[in-house]
């Protein structure tokens, strides 16, 4: 369970880092002259990103709440899924604010939108198909 809660801790500033610059964006002047849609993609990339925060955090109220004193077996797993399932919604949060950062340099939506799915995948493709097919290949012990 230690474990556990240092990889949410570890997580957890660079989320927070994250949301903070996304959240001082909006007061940007350029971020007005936006077309709606790509503030509307920020403002969604700032849920997802709040989202990621409450996953990550999960884990360690749940512990402090739920089961104070004590790791069992279900909350060690609760604990590896909450924060399994908050890289999913950060990935979705910084593929969005990658199309808003491309738009805002280079006025092309077709960049935007190739810059969005790059960064998502690259971002899906470490965090989780790298990790299930290293998974799958390892073999079971002797």
């Not at 369970?1 to 801790?9: C, D, G, Q, V, Y």
């Not at 950060?90 to 077709?110: E, K, N, P, R, W």
């Not at 939108?113 to 989780?128: D, E, K, N, R, T």
Request: charge should be positive; glycine fraction near 6%.
């Amino acid at each position: 369970m230690r474990n556990l809660i240092e990889e949410a801790r570890m997580l957890l500033p660079g989320i927070q880092a994250l949301f903070g610059f996304q959240t001082i964006a909006v007061f940007n002047d350029r971020f007005e002259d936006l077309a709606e849609t790509v503030k509307d993609c920020h403002l969604l990339a700032l849920g997802l990103v709040v989202l990621a925060i409450g996953l990550c955090i999960t884990p360690a109220a749940y512990h402090r709440i739920a089961e104070p004193g004590c790791v069992t077996r279900r909350a060690v797993r609760l604990s590896s899924e909450f924060i399994c399932a908050a890289l999913a919604p950060l990935a979705c949060g910084i593929a969005l604010d990658m199309y808003v950062v491309i738009f805002l340099a280079t006025d092309s939506q077709a960049a935007s939108l190739g810059g969005a799915i790059a960064a998502f995948v690259i971002l899906m493709g470490l965090w989780f198909v790298f990790p299930f097919h290293s998974r799958r290949r390892k073999k079971p012990p002797v």
